[in-house]
T-cell receptor, first 114, second 109 residues
Framework: DAGVTQSPTHLIKTRGQQVTLRCSPK?????VSWYQQALGQGPQFIFQ???????QRGNFPDRFSGHQFPNYSSELNVNALLLGDSALYLC?????????????FGNGTRLTVT | RKEVEQDPGPFNVPEGATVAFNCTYS??????FFWYRQDCRKEPKLLMS???SGNEDGRFTAQLNRASQYISLLIRDSKLSDSATYLC??????????FGRGTSLIVHP
């Protein structure tokens, strides 16, 4: 039973560039959420996708956008990268039950912006 | 005031010790509560859910105090393998999770 997979594992980009991160949910899960984790901090909720729609969004600017595909996989896009976007980006999948449904995280993508 | 607050630690304890962490939350409408464990440079993993009636899983006990708006995690008979960062998670509404910054636990021989 495949867990949550994310790609790539590491990425180095330059300020102003754009990046796309990918996530495949755990088998049987239909909801994907994305998080940004800075060093020494807890994960911060970016947004959640369900039925190919953004269902909830955290306090992140419009430079952060996403997409969910019919097979439930998801992408996170970040435009006009800033140095402060350097972080570990985590994807988590869950069932559509919302808060009562445990989050299963992928290994994350470590993004470095120079 | 942050929505979810945790003492970052580190808590440095010997093997066999009992250690407890608290996590306070500011939104009284918060509905669901969890503890996650995160090892160094790894992804968070669910440790346990937290219920008003308390929840015990082996050496781990989690409790919720709605009146004082905090959740707690108690670890008995600490093992070296318990060394990790413990994240509390509070759901506002059904879909928006807020993570604490985590409490670091170091168990030494």
């Amino acid at each position: 039973d495949a867990g949550v997979t994310q790609s790539p594992t590491h990425l180095i980009k330059t300020r102003g560039q754009q990046v796309t991160l990918r996530c495949s949910p755990k088998s049987g899960h239909d909801t994907v959420s994305w998080y940004q984790q800075a060093l020494g901090q807890g994960p911060q909720f970016i947004f959640q996708y369900y039925e190919e729609e953004e269902r909830q969004r955290g306090n992140f600017p419009d430079r952060f956008s996403g997409h969910q595909f019919p097979n439930y996989s998801s992408e996170l896009n970040v435009n006009a990268l800033l140095l402060g976007d350097s972080a570990l980006y985590l994807c988590a999948s869950s069932l559509a039950g919302g808060g009562d449904s445990p989050l299963h995280f992928g290994n994350g993508t470590r993004l470095t912006v120079t | 005031r942050k929505e979810v607050e945790q003492d970052p630690g580190p808590f440095n304890v010997p093997e066999g010790a009992t250690v407890a962490f608290n996590c306070t939350y500011s939104n009284s409408a918060s509905q669901s509560f969890f503890w996650y464990r995160q090892d160094c440079r790894k992804e968070p993993k669910l440790l346990m859910s937290v219920y008003s009636s308390g929840n015990e899983d082996g050496r781990f006990t989690a409790q919720l105090n709605r009146a004082s708006q905090y959740i707690s995690l108690l670890i008995r008979d600490s093992k070296l393998s318990d060394s990790a960062t413990y994240l509390c998670v509070v759901f506002r509404g059904s879909y928006i999770p807020t993570f604490g910054r985590g409490t670091s636990l170091i168990v030494h021989p």
